[in-house]
């Protein structure tokens, strides 16, 4: 029973980072990586790669797909972005493999903090008074 209640958890995490990343192209970590440390118990390096290793087929492959039959994928963006990605990824990943759990948590809360100011922020000043 126990069994069933955690795959249970694992995929409605992973159905609530599916309809973000989907619906406001987010790339689920910010879903999976508080889900995966605050219901499942992963601490934050397990969480981050697990996250990373979650992701990366299904975002990667399904959405873009969907995306590109639709004429919304520029390929040579894609690319060129994608090679900072991979080694911003890469370095960024050897040193928070290096940092203590709470301060890479603090590190984390601290980045959704300001990307939520930023998002209030930006709808605000575009909405009519």
Same mark, same amino acid.
Do not use: Q
């Given at each position: ?6 795959? @249970? +958890? %694992?995929?409605?995490? $992973? /159905?609530? &980072?599916? =309809?973000?990343?989907?619906?406001? #192209? ?27 290793? @979650? +992701? %990366?087929?299904?975002? $990667? /492959?399904? &959405?873009? =797909?969907?995306?590109?039959?639709? #004429? ?58």
């Amino acid at each position: 029973m126990a069994a069933d209640i955690h795959i @249970i +958890l %694992l995929l409605l995490i $992973g /159905l609530t &980072a599916g =309809i973000t990343s989907g619906l406001f #192209g987010i790339g689920g970590g910010v879903i999976v990586v508080p889900a995966l440390v605050l219901i499942m118990g992963f601490s934050v390096p397990s969480a981050i790669g697990t996250s990373l290793a @979650i +992701l %990366l087929p299904p975002v $990667g /492959l399904a &959405a873009v =797909i969907e995306y590109s039959r639709h #004429g919304n994928v520029d390929l040579k963006t894609a690319i060129i972005v994608a090679l900072g990605l991979f080694t911003g990824a890469w370095i960024s990943a050897y040193f928070a493999n290096r940092l203590p759990g709470p301060w890479l948590r603090v590190a984390f809360g601290v980045f959704i903090i300001c990307l939520g100011i930023y998002m209030i922020y930006g709808a605000l000043k575009h909405t009519p008074v």
